[in-house]
């Protein structure tokens, strides 16, 4: 709806571009070779025909054939993968899949708030059909104009880069 994010101005989304900044110049050749990566692309644009388009931290290319996303997130590791992230992780492997025509079954998310630990996320089936779904729903908020109803849970207002626009 050509509704500017402006995540720039969000500490985490500043200090998470900071941390790429770094990671990019620390040994950009290094492969994780005990998870079987045989080779890596970094900061990689990716559409797809569906509409969805994004950078993908890093793609790792394993040596089974398959392809995985890799993300780090300015976060600490609490026990548990959030939604969003797991989410994030099956929109990149959706778009890995489509541009790379390899079979995506998992992705990785370091965070870098809990000493670059590695976290291993399974991608399943019944994941890319929901993502499917999501964007469907909105492409028709798009066509209708129409703002989706806000969430119910407050705490993610705080901060999004929506909330001086939204409904609630």
Known sequence: MDIPENQGSRFKVAKGREIHKKIRKTNPEYLRTKLGVIKKE?????????????????????????????????????????????????FYGKLIKENYGVPVNDGYIVYTRSKNKLVRVDLKKKDFEKLNDTIEEIDVIIKNGKYPKPTKYKKRCIDCCYKNICES
């Open 42 to 90: 970094s900061d990689v644009y990716l559409d797809s025909d569906s509409g969805i388009c994004g950078i993908v931290d890093e793609i790792l290319f394993m040596a089974d054939g398959c392809a995985v996303p890799l993300d780090y997130k300015y976060a600490e590791f609490k026990d548990r993968i959030f939604e969003t992230y797991h989410f994030q992780l099956v």
